[in-house]
């Protein structure tokens, strides 16, 4: 589910993601979630964009909200810590829910085509990661295109083929990672919930191995 928010406090530009992994109670009349995952991502202003990827019974509850009792829910998820990093949040667009699913292209190129981006690959938006592996799909095409020999026009096959060669790694680490701690931060449980307390307590403590995730993150 997407809607923007005009916050109190200014955001700086920076996105927030929360992993709302253990059993909460977000609105009064509803049940305990899991797995449940709250990003706000800035824009121009005093605004910021929220992507909540809920269940489908969640969501459902979610879109049926009023403006003002979404801003509530939204404010009061993460035990507050939306509310104490952006203060007070007004809903100013529409909520609007589309369903997540894990897809990719069969082949990203053809001759005179090469997919790249979502028409290429779809993830779970997990810390914007679509957005970047579309970014390096647009940079390793350009690279390959420079790189081409001059007899070789830019809509042959060989050379394309050569993208979806180098783009391949990539592409299917990022997505068992994202679909992965997507999976992992849905089981419930005492001891899946052990697990990621400890590997999140793990890497929030090496300073390089966070230097390392983000590197790879960002290609």
Known sequence: ???????????????????????????????????????????????VSMVWSADEAHGRDLLALTPEALSETVMAAASGAVGRQFGALRCVTPAQGFPLVLQHAECMVQPHVALVG??????????????????????????????????????????LRRYERARATD????????????????MQGGLPRLVRNTGMRAVGAQSLLKRFLIGRALG
């Open 118 to 159: 979502d028409a290429a690959h779809v993830v779970h938006p997990l810390a914007g990661q679509g957005m970047n592996l579309g970014l390096r799909d647009v940079a390793e095409l350009g690279r390959v295109m420079a790189d081409k020999e001059s007899f070789r026009a830019e809509g042959d096959i060989r050379l």
């Open 171 to 186: 592409l299917l680490s990022l997505t068992a990672a994202t679909d992965g701690l997507h999976r992992l931060f849905s």
């Open 1 to 47: 589910m997407v809607a923007n928010f005009t916050c109190e406090q200014p955001h700086h530009g920076t996105a927030f993601q929360w992993f709302l992994g253990a059993p909460a109670k977000l609105m009064a009349d509803e049940e305990p979630v899991n797995g449940e995952i709250l990003a706000m991502l800035p824009l121009p202003g005093n605004v």
